[in-house]
Nanobody, 120 residues
Framework: QVQLVESGGGLVQAGGSLRLSCVASGSIFRITSMGWYRQAPGKQRDLVATITRGGSTDYGDSVKGRFTISRDNAKNTVYLQMTSLKPADTAVYFC??????????????WGQGTLVTVSS
């Protein structure tokens, strides 16, 4: 019953910025790691960034120095601040979270995705 809902995608010019948000709702005991992945048509889903509950981050090589992931544990929300966007960043961006919905029951869940299109 836990759901993730992304928002903030859209069309931007190369060099522009966007901020994506993802909110978890439902029966949540605790959220561990949260992250963003992206998938362009005909390609595999790739890591963008992840963040642990303690704030440790990891980024895909193609976005290092341009994207920043953050989270608000009190709001069950993860953000992705994207700057210096390139056409190669065009993809559907998916939110992911590891969720304990009870003290001993864990699931990895995905949002429905939000489309980011970067024009040249």
């Amino acid at each position: 019953q836990v759901q993730l809902v992304e928002s903030g995608g859209g069309l931007v010019q190369a060099g522009g910025s966007l901020r994506l948000s993802c909110v978890a709702s439902g029966s949540i005991f605790r959220i561990t790691s949260m992250g963003w992945y992206r998938q362009a048509p005909g390609k595999q889903r790739d890591l963008v960034a992840t963040i642990t509950r303690g704030g440790s981050t990891d980024y895909g090589d193609s976005v290092k120095g341009r994207f920043t992931i953050s989270r608000d544990n009190a709001k069950n929300t993860v953000y992705l601040q994207m700057t210096s966007l390139k056409p190669a960043d065009t993809a559907v961006y998916f939110c992911n979270a590891g969720v304990y919905y009870s003290p001993s029951n864990f699931l990895a869940i995905w949002g429905q995705g939000t489309l980011v299109t970067v024009s040249s």
